[in-house]
C-alpha cells in the first residue's frame, strides 16, 4: 500500500520509540519512558482494533498473590527472587492507586481470599505459615497482610472448602476502563497509538530500525520494545514466552450474592471475584496444562465444564453463566518478568506470568532505564 505524505509526517511518523503492544506492558514502559523523558516521540502499535492479548480479558484483580502461591515460588525461585516480585506487585497497586482516581478504574479494596482444603501441604501449618510470610511481607507493607478467617467461608456463601485465609491488600479492578485511562493519558502526552496495524517484521541497520506493518507501511525508529507478551515469539522465531490460555466465566446476576471480593484457590489455578451482583470465575488451566499452551482464544468446552462443576461444588447459590471468554498469558520458564535485548536497539518485555495488572507499572520503570 502507498502512503500518502500526510500519514508519512504523522500516523507514520519517524519515532524516537517504537512499542509493539498496547497491552499494560507496552502502556506502563511509554509512561515510564516519558517520565524520563518527556519529548521523546513515542509510538504504540497493535495488531488488533483493541488491545487483544491478556490485559483486557483477565479477571481484574489487583493481586500480589496468595499465600500458597508464594510458597510455590519461594519453593522455586527462592526466598528473595520471590520476594522481589511480591513487592513489585505491591508497589504496582500504590502507582495505580496513585495514579487514577479509585471510581475511574473500578478500583475495590476489597481485600482478597484465599480457600484450601485439608489435603493441602500447607493446612496442618497454616498459622506458622501466615506468620512467617506476614513477617516477610511486613517491611514494604507495613501491616499483616494475611490472616486465618475460614470462620467466614459459610457467610461468603462458600462450601466444601476447609480453610480461608484473607489477605487485606488485595482488590479488583475494571481491566477495560485501566487500559483505556491509562492509553488516554499517553494520547494526551503525545504518544501515537495506532490499532489494527501490528509489527511484521522490522529491520536493523545503522542504529536505526524499519518496521513494517502489516498494513504495509513502514515506520522508522531509534528503538524497538517489543511488548507483545504470548505474541512475541511469532515475531522473533524464538521461544521467550509460552504462551497460556486463560478461560473466564461470567454468571447471570444473583440476588442476594454473598460472595464478594477476589478469591483464589489451588494455588491461584482457580479465582473468582464479584462484579457486582455477578460471579467471575477463571482458570483451570491445570485441568489440561497442554491444550491451554495456545494463543486460540476460542476456548475449550473441557475448561469452561471445569469451571462449571467448580462453581456447583463450591457455591452455595444456583449460577447460571451468561457469558464466557478466553485471554492469553505468556509464561517464562522462571515465573521472572522478562526484559531481552534483541539486537543493539531492540528490546522485548513482558511482565506476564499471570500477574501483570500489578507487576507492569514496576516491570516498566526497568525497562525504561535500560532502553534509555
Ligand atoms: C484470563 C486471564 C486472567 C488474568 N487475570 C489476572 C488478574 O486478575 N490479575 C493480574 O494481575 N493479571 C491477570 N492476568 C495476567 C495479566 O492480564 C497479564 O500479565 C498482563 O495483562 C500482560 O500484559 P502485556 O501487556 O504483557 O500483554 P498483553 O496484554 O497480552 O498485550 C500484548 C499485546 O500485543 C498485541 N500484539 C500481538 N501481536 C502483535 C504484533 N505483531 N504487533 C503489535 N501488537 C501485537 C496484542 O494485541 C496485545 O494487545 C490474567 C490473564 C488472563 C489471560
Redesign the pocket.
Known sequence: MQISHWEQTTYYREADIVI???????LWSAWELLQKNPHLAITI????PT?????????????FGSLTELISDEATMGTDAMLAIVEMRYKGIEKIKQLFEEKEIDYDACGGYETLLSSHAAYSSLTERIDYFNQLVFPFIKTNAFELASNRLSILGLKNFDALIFNRCEAGIHSGKLVNALSQKLIARGVKILFGN???SYHSSNKQIEILLTNKATIKAGQLLL?????TN??TGKNWVTPGR???LLSSPITGLKTIGTFHFDEGFY?WRNIGDRILI?GARNANFEAEETTDLNGSDTIRHVLSDFLQKHFNDPITIAQSW?????FTKDKKPLLVQLEDNVFAA???????????PVWAETVAATLL
Do not use: H, W
Not at 478466553?326 to 505468556?330: A, D, N, T, V
Open positions: 509493539a503492544g498496547a497491552g499494560l506492558m507496552g502499535l497493535d495488531k488488533y488491545p487483544l492479548g491478556a490485559s483486557t480479558r483477565n479477571a481484574g484483580f489487583a493481586c501490528g509489527i511484521e511488548a507483545t507478551n504470548a505474541y511469532a515475531i486463560g478461560q473466564i479465582y477463571g478466553s485471554g492469553i498469558m505468556g513482558t511482565a506476564c506470568n499471570g500477574m501483570g495488572v500489578a507487576l507492569s
